[in-house]
């Protein structure tokens, strides 16, 4: 057995927290050190996981015992820590989605290539037994060719001064950045590129700057259409439907568990609806942190190459960007449009 890869965690947050928690549940990775801006706070965490607590990002991912770093902060901070991390030919593993602007997206992706270090986003959705399931069955033909594609998730979120998705600059896109990205790349792996994307958002209830529900329509490559919904104030809802020309796949989640990862496949029921009748899908669960972890280790000791590295999470994050561009031009867009790079590119993506 290969030793374990020595990480730091940047981020000690309620995410940063359930990946660490997820390192005990397997010996691929061992965590060395962690870092925050609150002393505090990464000294609790520090003294509950076993390791230590930096002082600076610096001494974090500096420190020898280091290959690699989860980078588990807010997006907006993704470019800037990413970059240092390369810089210091540190493997990274970013959580979704790998930033908030395809600006800051190319920046990571071009400092990771140059220091030939390993590049891993976090989109584990698709990760999931239920989801490898419904891909099984898509390739087998089972729904037949699939016209439409309906995605939904909704969190209820702490939206308060304090935090950085209350603010606009900050989160852009609010829920749908957040969540409904999960469903970009999942639905992409699904049913393959999403060429046109409308987006519509609103301000309904919440009092943070973000709108606090959005909603991209889009329009796959192979004529498919679909939603992604998101929002963060709906209970705990994660659900998707597939309609095909043959069958119509009906995938739930009882979200009750979240953020408990591991147990999302147990509490997961797939249902495929044809003429003849109802069928009950079987799977195997998965632990889809524990799995994307994993893979990342391999990664970094040269025997795998990430699912999810650069071009899936930027395919990922262009839809939500064309969402957003839709809805400020009041028309659809083409996704192609933002995804090529132009001399000159206009940081406003992420006003």
């Known amino acids: 057995m290969s030793d374990p890869v020595g990480v730091a965690l940047i981020g000690t947050g309620m995410w940063g927290r359930r990946l660490a928690e997820a390192l005990r549940r397997t010996h691929a990775l061992r965590l060395v050190t962690c870092y925050s801006r609150d002393a505090g706070r990464r000294q609790a965490f520090a003294e509950s996981l076993g390791c230590l607590a930096a002082d600076s990002l610096e001494a974090a991912i500096e420190n020898d015992g280091v290959q690699a770093v989860l980078l588990v902060t807010p997006n907006h901070a993704h470019a800037d820590a990413a970059t240092a991390c390369a810089q210091r030919g540190r493997h990274l593993f970013v959580e979704k989605p790998i930033a908030d602007t395809l600006e800051d997206g190319r920046r990571i992706e071009a400092a990771c290539r140059q220091a030939g270090v390993v590049l891993q986003v976090g989109h584990c959705f698709r990760r999931l037994g239920a989801a490898r399931r419904v891909k099984e069955l898509l390739e087998e033909g089972a729904l037949g060719e699939v016209l439409l594609a ?17 603010y606009r600059s900050t989160c852009p896109g609010g829920p749908l950045m957040q969540l409904g990205i999960h469903h970009a ?4 792996y699904w049913l393959g590129p999403i060429r046109r994307v409308s987006g519509s958002f609103a301000h309904v209830v919440t009092p943070a700057e973000i709108d ?21 104030l709906s209970p705990k809802t994660y ?3 597939l309609f095909g020309a043959k ?18 496949d147990p509490a997961t029921v797939l249902r495929l609806r044809a003429a003849d009748g109802e069928e009950r899908m079987e799977f195997a669960p998965r632990d889809m942190v524990v799995d994307e972890l994993e893979e990342f280790a391999r990664s970094v000791r040269g025997e795998a190459t990430p699912e999810t590295g650069a071009a899936e999470a930027m395919a990922a994050l262009a839809v939500i960007r064309a969402a957003i561009a839709s ?8 996704v192609a449009e933002l995804t090529v790079p132009r001399e000159g590119l206009a940081s406003s993506e992420g006003q």
Do not use: C, K
Request: aromatic residues 10%; proline residues 6%.
């Open 150 to 166: 309906e995605a939904h998730f909704s969190l209820p979120a702490r939206l308060t001064p304090d935090t950085w998705r209350y």
């Open 185 to 188: 790349d999942t639905l992409q």
């Open 212 to 232: 606090d529900v959005g909603i991209a329509m889009i329009e796959f490559e192979s004529g498919a259409r679909g939603v992604i919904d998101g929002n963060y």
């Open 239 to 241: 659900a998707l439907r």
């Open 247 to 264: 069958a119509v796949l009906e995938y739930v989640t009882d979200m009750t568990i979240w953020p408990a990862a591991e147990r999302m």
């Open 327 to 334: 809805h400020e031009m009041g028309a659809p867009v083409t």
